[in-house]
């Protein structure tokens, strides 16, 4: 990992030093977000002790990142959510892993069919050769297959083999990031755990139609499990759309709808009070929004939210990250209330679906999630 202050500090755990650097910035406006998330990236992508399971510190990361270089959080909430990064990642162990450029002295004629092969036999020194030949050669087609590897192995980790890691090659890979190569290794890391078949065939695991009713599906039912449901759909669509993905290249539905969706039921309860008249005044302001957030009262609370998002997006974007991020708690709080929330509204926003009681499901999900994990 490239030597920086913010680096240093946080291989160090300087609990101290983190909170001197916090305050500076509090204090003086010419700093960059997107610059000291970027310091931070090469270190999230090997977190040691996974915390919660799977790469969610870098996942988090990058969302807030991808919502700062677009300009939809204000300032204050930019240092609210930088502070909330730095926190949580005091409390985790890392392994100080970089890689970089090297000299390929043996290219393989098909380097996507080599890094199968050394995936089989358990070989990531070999398989990471081979992917740095493909990042060089067809970077697009890289990216896919890594990708539809996550999607078939996801059901065994409750989809986060797709879902940690698709913004990781949206905001890191495809962009050609300092870090790329480093990200590339982790995510091989993470892969070679899994008994990958040399023979491996992205067609065996396309699915050609998904049910219409598949959003209301993914967007319905509490807790964890059924949250993943919905972030592994929308992840799903967002790299459809991507513009590193190929169109002829077959996206691993089938063995998401087969393991995911296909023995569930519609939410009635959701459905319903999605439509219904929200009957929720918008407040004019954060601190009026603060007081109008209620946690214990899930009805009130998601349709408050939803009415936010009907008003002014910007406004839900910046209000909602700040409120998660102020309310920060260790014990209680969890990467999966950003990731939650930023995979629904980014549905709403891009339009992803044309099942408009869907989409409002999904935000209402991410929401009564939030409510129900915190505990006041």
Known sequence: ??????????????????EVLLQRLGKDENWSAVSLIDEMLPGLLFEANLTYGNFHQVKMALYLRRLIREKKLSRRTELTVLELLIEE?????WVNIEAGEIALAEKAENPLTAILGELAENNLHNAFYYALQAYQEKPEELQDLLLCLGGVYGPENLGHSLSCFFPVLEEMVNSHNPATETAILSYLSYLNRYDIPADFSPEDYQKTD?????????????????????????????????DFHDKNFPLPYRIYYQKRLADKGISSKRLKRVKEPLQVEVPGSYEEFRQSFNYDNIDHTTRLIRALWQDIQRKAWDWVCRLYAEDYEPGT?????????????????????????GKEMAIDQAVEYYLNSVNY
């Open 333 to 357: 709080w969890n990467p999966h209330f950003f990731t939650g929330i930023y995979l629904a509204f980014r549905l709403n926003e891009e339009n992803l679906s044309d099942d408009k009681s």
């Open 210 to 242: 998904m049910p219409e009713n598949s959003l209301r599906l993914a967007a319905s039912g509490q807790g964890i499990v059924n949250l993943h449901h919905m972030i592994t759909l929308v992840t799903y669509w967002l790299w459809e759309k991507a």
């Open 1 to 18: 990992m490239k030597s920086s202050h913010l680096q240093n500090l946080l291989l160090r755990r300087d609990k101290k030093a983190a």
């Open 89 to 93: 990642t005091l409390r985790r162990s």
